[in-house]
């Protein structure tokens, strides 16, 4: 009978003694990039585009929600370059009539865990480039699909102006979520970069006719 | 540590071993994953600890065994684009599973005279599964229970002739009805090897 006290001391280190820790040397600090698309969006019907050289910023505190020194810029920048080698056009001010309106939002210093996407949106104030009160409309998301947004994730959102009024609703056609390491290493501003090209290079259907 | 508990255990064994028509065992393990072409390499960082009692007949055996193995893989950076066309995924990452079933054992032995004795058998049980993906400094992570069986053959070889120890080598393959929701599957298999000591007949 006495015995019998030993199996589950035994029992519980066989079991988690004996497993073995990952290798994770290999693993890249380069972002984890996904991209997501309406199926039936059609990104030739676009012409210009609107991003704020701000970037959005989520973090503990409240008072620290605008990012916008030239680390920020770099990042503005790399989403600028892509949408001109696409056939954009930057419009100067969100009053332009924009087809397009691009949001790029970081999170810093706080694990999300599992949200469903547009969460940050709230983080943006009421109106979102002069279009107030619309809700934002994701439409590849099916109720079913979240994502894990540790601290260090850029999240790029492409915004459907063009047809907000008629829809009465701000549709994504396309945006990507990128995880990875931003503020963990000294050359993470050049891997947020890469992770805004490696978003644009796996869309090649982003182009205006 | 762990030389402390494989002594204990076999000591455990030996001296059950003993007193009754009984084994123990203790296997190195190497498992072949055939689930998905999500995870192919091979394991060899697996073990196994069972017990059989032999019935009357002698040539029937009732056990239990526990298993443990760690599967490992690098996937190198690339892009996964969805197959409906609404997304793709980039990235590199480091995918681990860590199998573990326990099973209630009956085993059925050939005569293959004094040194070696051949064996068929089953096992039925439950197996815990967690599915690990890392990437970057991140990880997802997904484990639950299934149920699980085993079909295996193999012999004992006893060198000396005396059944008092031996050796084990053996072969099986293993389907559990774990889910993976992350692959979208419903299902985790391997074939594997074993070969190890035996205490007892």
């Given at each position: 009978m006495k015995n019998r006290h030993l199996f589950l001391p035994l029992f519980l280190v066989l079991f988690f003694a004996c497993r073995k820790y990952p290798d994770t040397d290999k693993l890249s600090t380069n972002f984890v990039v996904q991209t997501s698309k309406e199926p039936g969006a059609d990104f030739g019907s676009y012409k210009t585009y609107y991003i704020s050289d701000t970037i959005a910023k989520i973090t503990t505190n409240p008072n620290d929600s605008l990012w916008f020194d030239a680390d920020a810029k770099q990042l503005v920048d790399a989403v600028k370059t892509n949408m001109a080698a696409r056939g954009y056009t930057l419009v100067t001010n969100s009053h332009a009539n924009p087809d397009l309106g691009l949001g790029l939002t970081v999170i810093k210093d706080l694990n999300l865990g599992v949200v469903y996407p547009g969460w940050w949106w709230g983080y943006w104030g009421g109106c979102y480039w002069g279009y107030c009160g619309y809700p934002p409309y994701y439409p590849w998301y099916g109720g079913g699909f979240v994502y894990t947004v540790p601290t260090g994730t850029i999240v790029l959102d492409m915004i459907d102006l063009k047809n907000a009024t008629s829809d009465e609703k701000l549709t994504v056609p396309w945006g990507s979520v990128m995880s990875g390491g931003l503020g963990n290493t000294a050359n993470d501003i050049q891997l947020g970069v890469d992770a805004i090209n490696q978003a644009f290079d796996q869309s090649p259907y982003i182009q205006t006719n | 540590m762990k030389k402390i508990i494989i002594t204990s255990?076999?000591?455990?064994?030996?001296?059950?071993?003993?007193?009754?028509?009984?084994?123990?065992?203790?296997?190195?393990?190497?498992?072949?994953?055939?689930?998905?072409?999500?995870?192919?390499?091979?394991?060899?960082?697996?073990?196994?600890?069972?017990?059989?009692?032999?019935?009357k007949t002698k040539n029937i055996s009732l056990g239990l065994s526990l298993d443990w193995s760690t599967y490992e893989q690098y996937i190198p950076r690339q892009t996964f684009q969805k197959p409906d066309g609404s997304g793709a995924v980039t990235g590199d990452f480091v995918a681990q599973a860590y199998q573990v079933p326990f099973m209630a054992t009956a085993h059925y032995y050939f005569e293959g005279g004094k040194m070696v004795k051949p064996y068929v058998g089953i096992g039925l049980g439950a197996q815990y599964l967690d599915q690990e993906l890392y990437y970057n400094v991140y990880v997802s992570d997904e484990d639950n229970w299934g149920f699980a069986a085993r079909p295996e053959l193999g012999a004992l070889i006893y060198p000396d002739g005396h059944r008092g120890w031996g050796f084990l080598v053996g072969a099986y393959y293993g389907y559990s009805s774990n889910k993976t929701e992350l692959l979208n599957r419903n299902s985790f298999t391997n074939f594997g090897f074993n070969i190890g000591v035996v205490f007892g007949e």
């Open positions: - | 255990i076999l000591f455990a064994f030996t001296t059950a071993a003993m007193a009754q028509k009984q084994l123990g065992a203790v296997t190195w393990n190497v498992n072949f994953p055939t689930n998905s072409d999500y995870l192919t390499k091979t394991s060899y960082s697996g073990g196994r600890v069972e017990y059989r009692h032999f019935l």
